[in-house]
């Protein structure tokens, strides 16, 4: 187990400078005519952010609900594997909720005060707008 997501890990970091470059996550030039602001640290972290939750989350969850499909299918009736694909299962179901349950309910609590009348964030309080 540790080695697949090791060996997972490791594909992430070595092709994270070049998706980086070719996403775009940095906004800015550091020198020249686009010089980098302040604001600009906070559209790179939302870059970050965005990048996490939409290209690396769901493709590690299906990762991880494979593997504890795989050890459910293979336990050969060992109920030690059949509980350990049941904890794999369980825990991605929780850790999903929490990740995407965190956001919902920042979210909805924004919506609620009415950040979006008293910030002039009529296109939502997720969206940095700088320039």
Wanted: aromatic share 16%; glycine share 10%; net charge neutral.
């Amino acid at each position: 187990m540790r080695k697949i997501i090791s060996a997972f890990s490791l594909i992430i970091f070595i092709s994270a400078p070049g998706v980086s470059l070719a996403a775009g996550l940095v906004p800015c030039d550091l020198y020249g005519d686009d010089a980098c602001t302040f604001c600009d640290f906070f559209i790179l972290f939302d870059n970050i952010f965005r990048f996490l939750l939409s290209n690396i989350v769901p493709p590690l969850a299906i990762l991880m609900i494979s593997w504890g499909g795989f050890l459910y299918i293979t336990n050969m009736g060992n109920p030690d594997k059949v509980g350990e694909a049941k904890k794999i299962f369980i825990s991605v179901v929780y850790g999903l909720l929490i990740i995407y349950g965190a956001w919902l309910a920042v979210n909805l609590f924004f919506q609620v005060i009415g950040v979006a009348e008293w910030t002039g964030l009529t296109e939502g309080w997720w969206k940095i707008n700088c320039k």
